[in-house]
T-cell receptor, first 115, second 110 residues
Framework: DTAVSQTPKYLVTQMGNDKSIKCEQN?????MYWYKQDSKKFLKIMFS???????INETVPNRFSPKSPDKAHLNLHINSLELGDSAVYFC??????????????FGPGTRLTVL | GEDVEQSLFLSVREGDSSVINCTYT??????LYWYKQEPGAGLQLLTY?????DMKQDQRLTVLLNKKDKHLSLRIADTQTGDSAIYFC??????????FGSGTKLNVKP
């Protein structure tokens, strides 16, 4: 009965590789997000999708490409990984209830380590 | 509106009150949020406040908002060891956009 799930939980890879992180939510939410949390715990929004359409792209390098095959899934593909990409990546979702106040439900995070 | 600032650490004794402060930058933010992150987990919503309010109370939690100074605080009464976590404030300048602070690590000593 997991609400927002991410795979894998840990990802260790070499610089220059291409990797993907998957996210799924079973809450019926319309909006999904990707956040990056760096080593200092600073949490920064990367992307936001609403009903499979990109609505926010926060000046993320184009090596990062989100893909939403349906509104329950938002995957993150990263090309040519760099050392600075090492972080914990969180997926989140929220309902599109038409009102501003909204609770985001976060996944458990994917710890990416680039060597 | 991206520089939401929080102090990094706070240490209190069990039973004391904790006050976590946050300064946000976007005066158009309609809602402001407090999230809690326990070790190895994602964030969970604790509470939120609408920008035309100056206080909201929810059991042991009290949120104070000073809109003029763009200052938000979270007070936890009777802090327990289970409250040890990282607390994030977040502002919402647009409908689906949220800016989070750097988080305040609360350590509760028995």
């Amino acid at each position: 009965d997991t609400a927002v799930s991410q795979t894998p939980k840990y990802l260790v890879t070499q610089m220059g590789n291409d990797k993907s992180i998957k996210c799924e939510q079973n809450l019926g939410h319309d909006t999904m997000y990707w956040y990056k949390q760096d080593s200092k715990k600073f949490l920064k929004i990367m992307f936001s999708y609403n009903n499979k359409e990109l609505i926010i792209n926060e000046t993320v390098p184009n090596r990062f490409s989100p893909k939403s095959p349906d509104k329950a899934h938002l995957n993150l593909h990263i090309n040519s990984l760099e050392l600075g990409d090492s972080a914990v990546y969180f997926c989140a979702s929220s309902p599109d209830s038409g009102i501003w106040e909204t609770e985001q439900f976060f996944g458990p995070g994917t710890r990416l380590t680039v060597l | 509106g991206e520089d939401v600032e929080q102090s990094l650490f706070l240490s209190v004794r069990e039973g004391d009150s904790s006050v976590i402060n946050c300064t946000y930058t976007d005066s158009s933010s309609t809602y402001l949020y407090w999230y809690k992150q326990e070790p190895g987990a994602g964030l969970q919503l604790l509470t939120y406040i609408f920008s035309n309010m100056d206080m909201k109370q929810d059991q042991r939690l009290t949120v104070l908002l000073n809109k003029k100074d763009k200052h938000l605080s979270l007070r936890i009464a009777d802090t327990q060891t289970g409250d040890s976590a990282i607390y994030f404030c977040a502002e919402q300048p647009n409908f689906n956009k949220f800016y989070f602070g750097s988080g305040t690590k609360l350590n509760v000593k028995p």
